[in-house]
């Protein structure tokens, strides 16, 4: 079989498969319509912020096992597996909006294929998609469909760590084909249908959502009752039948994937004529978690107009700079409406479109001087390296409101901090003490 594998995409899934592929012996190239970013990537620059992709992009590139074009019909030529990244946003109804993918489809039955080509989708899709495709391709290649479980700032790694691959299809020959490609990974291979492959990772990230709202709303019974949520929820994840993965409260899941997924599976379900309750719960939830934080920085400040608050965190998640869906930026925007001047600062964004009324500082400390309170919205390790002393004698009302759980209350409740965090009791030194009692 020929070394060669062409990515049609290379944004976060396409990168991390195309340098994953490279790393594990095989010969990558790289296809985007984007030339500005080819162009970068051709002198080893990545396009943002993911772990552990600098080194290995430069070192491939230098060997020529991996190489970025903007020719289609160069990339694919001699490729007997070309693998679709593209994306698939959500569409104004929630569901998948899959221009991109047809687009990528048409594109490819207008250039010339191996014989035997085996066309994989890693792009996330609504069940059926890919049986679709496989219609429009069909006598032009065969089509599987082989879902990706990448977290971005931990993307490479996951793709060489896989807890499992699954691949969707109905041609023996083109999932062995695919398979053979992580054959070096010795991870457990799911040989399965196109829609049931397709259902795998939507409902995966469907579950992993329900968790994340599923702890939310614990955690707000929690600081109702004058409990902790963290210690709550702990003791549920002991329990193997549950595990503590995602149980995390904080200001609920944002960013490109989640929320997206979880539309667009309601949306299918509804088209089913199937119950979605439970998906719709999740999402009400996800939207009334942020408004929740800010409600609790406007009670413990006595109103929101004319206060100017520091943000720490605009990305969606630590380790990436990637602020799409972001809530951060969601709650910025409801802080501006209710009269506040947020200033913001996140170490790995250093440009964003911000609403109107905020600005960016240069650290963390400068985000706080003369501020009425400090609002936590990414959980980047850093911001537990800023000392509270530092912090006190700059917050001009002395409150911290942690929408992460990220710091640790007692030490900025012993330098006279007013410290509120998610589904945490209201005094947290109080609390410990009690429970050490």
């Not at 501020?371 to 002393?389: I, N, Q």
Request: charged content about 20%; overall charge neutral; aromatic content about 6%.
């Amino acid at each position: 079989m020929s070394k060669k594998i062409c990515i049609v995409g290379t944004g976060y899934v396409g990168m991390a498969s195309a340098i994953g592929l490279a790393e594990l012996g095989w010969s990558v190239v790289g296809y985007d319509i984007m030339t500005e970013r080819i162009a970068g990537l051709r002198a080893g620059i990545t396009p943002y912020r993911e772990s552990g992709i600098d080194e290995p992009l430069r070192r491939h590139l230098a060997s020529g096992a991996l190489s970025f074009v903007t020719d289609l019909a160069a990339a694919v030529h001699d490729a007997r597996i070309v693998i679709l990244t593209v994306g698939t946003p959500s569409s104004s109804d929630g569901s998948a909006d899959l221009s991109a993918l047809r687009a990528a489809t048409d594109a490819l039955l207008r250039v010339p294929l191996a014989p035997s080509a085996v066309v994989v989708v890693r792009s996330t899709v609504p069940p059926g998609t890919t049986d679709a495709l496989a219609g429009v391709l069909a006598g032009h290649a065969r089509v599987i469909y082989a879902p990706e479980f990448l977290r971005e700032g931990t993307a490479l790694r996951d793709f060489l760590h896989p807890d499992r691959i699954v691949v969707g299809t109905e041609s023996v020959g083109a999932a062995t084909a695919y398979a053979a490609l992580f054959e070096a990974l010795e991870a457990p291979v799911l040989l399965t249908s196109r829609c049931n492959a397709e259902l795998i990772k939507g409902v995966s990230n469907a579950f992993l959502a329900l968790k994340i709202s599923f702890a939310n709303e614990i955690a707000n019974l929690c600081e109702e009752l004058g409990a902790d949520a963290g210690d709550v929820l702990r003791g549920v994840g002991y329990d193997r039948r549950i595990g503590g993965a995602f149980l995390a409260p904080g200001i609920g899941f944002g960013g490109p994937c989640f929320e997206k997924d979880v539309k667009s599976l309601r949306c299918v379900a509804e088209g089913a004529g199937t119950g979605y309750e439970l998906l719709g719960a999740v999402l009400r939830v996800n939207n009334a978690q942020p408004a929740r934080v800010v409600e609790t920085l406007a009670r413990e400040l006595g109103g929101l107009d004319g206060a100017t608050i520091a943000v720490w965190g605009l990305a969606f998640k630590a380790g990436t700079d990637d602020v799409r869906d972001s809530l951060a930026l969601r709650i910025l925007g409801d802080l501006v409406e209710r009269g506040a001047r947020p200033v913001a600062y996140d170490p790995a964004v250093r440009t964003a479109v911000l609403p109107k009324g905020c600005r960016l500082a240069a650290n963390a400390l400068e985000a706080a001087t003369g501020a009425d309170a400090l609002l936590v919205l990414t959980e980047w390790p850093s911001f537990r390296e800023v000392e509270p002393v530092a912090l006190a004698r700059r917050l001009r009302r002395g409150l911290v409101v942690d929408g992460r759980n990220l710091l640790d209350p007692e030490r900025f409740v012993a330098v006279g901090l007013r410290y509120r965090g998610v589904g945490r009791s209201v005094d947290p030194v109080q609390s410990s003490l009690a429970v050490a009692g």
